[in-house]
């Protein structure tokens, strides 16, 4: 029976939450080397681009890699070697002088922040707490993540303000080795129940591939890294270019918003704050309401959102509305994902499964990204790969529907029964 009365905020929670936070803020700053980069060295913006997506990519190869060394290994074991890849890739890449090399050393980033991301630090928080607290626990940490991504770009603005962009790589690499600090708190004591203790991994894995329920998460996640990647990368450029002038007397000109690119930029910003609420949201009503339908509800939403959007002319204000609204069902997929894996197949692989169904997201990351610039490059704007994601994201939202949302475990004591 669960403990309605464990505490929702554990040490656990809270290293988590830390290593997270340093990790996404790092994640979320590449964009702002770009043009640093780029003009140092007179390279193509494609160059720095396809470095972010194979960073993208190798973070999806090896959350599943990390989430097994997590069950094999022990979690903390696993969280060291990923900050060990994390840090090794900045330090290098400080140093490279070609495209070449710094996508070769994003493959290294790729894996830190997949020994140090979502897949290992969830699947610790989720075991680490209640049953009653789960699904919220599971929010904050994702929420950590937003938190990152909304200080972590300004951070590098800023830092690159008075020091080289290779200065910058080097102390985030010590702020990655300086999280591990907090490893000792934690600890979990109970990571799952007996039946599961005794299941072997590779027998887990055989049950979730013949599942059709794992294979429909698996599918249905691979909109959200499209749709996220896609405008993390490219919202920026197409409110700079297709958005309507900003009135030089409205309240943006007041706040000193005087240019689309402004514009684009600060989308991003509410899209990480807007974030955070509903991510918290999610995961409150993750532990009430059935995920799946939360999930299918979520995806809907982004569908109609993003439909909208492009239908009608773009201007500030939709900008801006668009942002808060997409930005509140940003990560909430992720709570509501990564719990209805642990709620079907049990907390003791929870790394391994759900780091298999992320690498779906982060697929639909690397092709959000690349189909962003190559259809930009075909038909001179982003009209065309946006509704590319319109209809994923519908497909994701069909797809969670037919999910069995039962533990493997009574599905087969009522097939007996």
């Known amino acids: 029976m669960s403990d309605t009365r464990a505490p929702l905020i554990t040490p656990v929670l809270i290293a988590g939450c830390i290593i997270i936070v340093v990790s996404f803020a790092i994640r979320a700053s590449f964009g702002v080397f770009q043009i640093p980069i780029g003009s140092e060295f007179n390279w193509p913006r494609a160059e720095f681009s396809l470095a972010i997506a194979i960073q993208n990519l190798f973070w999806g190869i090896g959350q599943p890699i990390f989430g097994a060394i997590a069950e094999k290994m022990g979690d903390r074991k696993a969280i060291i070697i990923g900050a060990l890849f994390y840090a090794a890739g900045l330090v290098l890449s400080s140093f490279a002088v070609s495209p070449e090399a710094h996508q070769l050393y994003e493959v290294l980033v ?71 600090l907090i490893l000792p708190m934690m600890r979990v004591a109970a990571p799952a129940s007996r039946p599961e203790l005794e299941e072997s991994l590779g027998h887990i894995l055989l049950k979730a591939a013949r599942d059709p329920s794992y294979t429909l998460i698996f599918l249905g996640f ?177 797809v969670h529907l037919p999910v069995k949302e039962v533990p493997l475990g009574q599905r087969a004591a009522r097939a007996l029964g």
Not at 162 to 179: E, K, N
Request: glycine content about 14%.
């Open 110 to 180: 790729g894996f830190g922040i997949a020994g140090t991301g979502f897949g290992v630090i969830l699947a610790v928080v989720g075991r680490a707490s209640s049953d009653a607290n789960r699904s919220m626990s599971l929010a904050i940490a994702t929420a950590a993540g937003s938190a990152g991504q909304v200080f972590g770009a300004p951070l590098a603005d800023w830092l690159l303000g008075f020091m080289t962009w290779q200065s910058v790589f080097l102390l985030f690499a010590a702020s990655v080795l300086a999280s591990l």
């Open 222 to 398: 691979f909109s959200c890294g499209y749709q996220l990647a896609f405008i993390t990368a490219h919202f920026p450029a197409l409110v700079t270019e297709m958005c309507g002038a900003i009135d030089p007397s409205g309240t943006l000109a007041s706040l000193g918003v005087t240019s689309t690119s402004t514009l684009g930029a600060i989308s991003i910003s509410l899209i990480g704050l807007a974030n955070i609420g509903g991510t918290l949201m999610a995961g409150y009503l993750g532990n009430r309401i059935s995920k799946k339908y939360l999930l299918a509800a979520i995806y809907t939403c982004r569908t109609i959102a993003a439909a909208v959007f492009i239908a009608l002319p773009i201007t500030p204000t939709t900008v801006l509305v668009f942002s808060v609204v997409m930005g509140a069902l940003w990560l909430a997929t992720v709570p509501l994902t990564s719990g209805l894996v642990a709620h079907i197949y049990g907390l003791r692989y929870m790394g391994t499964l759900y780091g298999i169904v992320f690498f779906s997201h982060q697929l639909g990351a690397f092709m959000g990204v690349w189909l962003g610039g190559r259809l930009y490059d075909i038909y001179g704007d982003y009209t065309a790969v946006w509704w590319v994601g319109v209809g994923v994201g519908a497909f994701s939202a069909i």
